[in-house]
């Protein structure tokens, strides 16, 4: 056999892994209780993490439920990661949620899915946890992923210097955080509203407009608002058919509780991950620099502006076809741990 072809033909079947970066340090805040697209996004993570893209730092969680810190816990579980930091805001903002009675559920006396954190009072204070990454980091080595509420993210900009570290928040994100990829806002109408308000903004304005306010101004922010996830929707027939390696899986459950079997959930919290792991794989567009500035009703408004460190992404339809697919695949794939 000609040896340069079989060079090349070995070449090609090195897993594409081998010629990646290195891992991306990721920090995931999530408001996990309400939507279901929190759980896909963070099974969509540990997969990342199983193949080698990224590493997961922490998981700090900006709603108030006592489950919804034993719920983080148990997907960690879940995907062999049992023993990643968890923090949980100490501040009062309370969320229902249909699928995180999954934490209770047991099979033979033992809890369907295990985890031990019990309470989500139990976990450490979520700034505290973000502290402690930040502070024990390299310079310009962290991706944090926001999506939810920007409680924990204003409130670590805010934070004092500590016992952690003597930098105060603001220093610790501007030196330690290389990339905020939040999804939030919506820059551009959403079905003929062009003033549309979106959840994640809408319920807590005050702390998002800190967070525009004083994040800083060396460090880039990638928004994906609400029209990214519209677009991108996580398919029922994954649901149906891509789980069943396992009898109970965690997000499959979680799906089915929240959506039912016949709704394709938009991914809007997925894309924020998506974006922040694979930055330069083409799934997304991004819009020129600018500023976001955030109104006392929650509207969001994006004005560009050649110095700003704010872009949104963008997706045209052959994007968004990628996107869906190349999220089901990372969502469904089984955890790199035996089960």
Known sequence: MNTRIFTFCLVLSLPIIGWADVPTKVVFDTDIAGDVDDVLALAMLHTLADRAECHIEAVTVSKTHPQNGPMVDAINTFYGRPD?????????????????????????????????????????DAVAVLRQVLADAEPNSISIVSVGLAVNIADLLESPADGISPLPGIDLVRQKVKLLSIMAGAFTPVNGDAHFLEANVRNHIGSMQRFVQRWPAEVPVIWSDFNIGIRARYPRGSIARDFGYTPHHIVRESYLLHSGPEHDRPSWDLTSVLYAVRPSDGYFGLSATGSVSVADDGFTTFTKDESGNHRYLKMNDIQAARVVEVQRTLVSQPPAVAR
């Open 84 to 124: 990643l930091p968890i923090g949980v805001t100490k501040g009062n903002y309370p969320r229902e949620s249909k699928y995180t009675v999954l934490v209770e559920k047991t099979n033979d006396n033992a809890f369907r899915y295990p985890h031990d954190l019990l309470e989500s009072s139990d976990a450490p």
